[in-house]
């Protein structure tokens, strides 16, 4: 009966171990990996704005952005020390969401899309020099 106690107790003890360290890794994380139904909608909304598109399409690119932001925001949570890794990731991202894209966009919603996404990447630069130093 006493070893029974002692293995049970034992048991219990690993047992609550585990469970400790598991709430310890999640602890690194962010709390939801989802990203917000609010920002889904955003760009799901801005696209459909642009692109003109139908409600089939509104409805398999909500998916598709719902998933493109929630990698966003886990390499960023990921790879915050590793700019190099991070931005590769991000490419990769960019590269996969585009192919997904391209299933659902006609080919001229595409290379809309492909030229708000090249507009996007190049910074702008100020014009003029107001309000600056020098």
């Known amino acids: 009966m006493k070893s029974l ?3 049970f107790a034992m048991m219990l003890g690993v047992a609550v171990s585990a469970t400790a360290q598991m709430k310890d890794s999640q ?3 962010m709390g939801s990996l989802d990203p917000s139904p609010e920002r889904v909608e955003a760009m799901t909304r801005q696209m459909s704005s642009q ?4 409600e089939a399409q509104v409805v398999r690119l909500r998916a598709v ?13 990921d790879y915050y020390q590793d700019p190099a ?12 969401y585009e192919s997904e894209c391209g299933r659902i966009l006609t080919p001229t919603q595409l290379s809309m899309l492909q030229e708000e996404n090249k507009r996007d990447a190049v910074p702008t630069s100020p ?3 107001d309000g600056g130093v020098g």
């Open 51 to 54: 692109l003109k598109l139908s």
């Open 27 to 29: 602890s690194e994380r």
């Open 65 to 77: 952005n719902k998933i493109k932001l929630a990698r966003v925001d886990e390499i960023k949570w």
């Open 85 to 96: 890794t991070r931005n590769s990731k991000m490419m990769e991202l960019e590269a996969q």
């Open 5 to 7: 106690f002692l293995a």
């Open 127 to 129: 014009t003029t020099n």
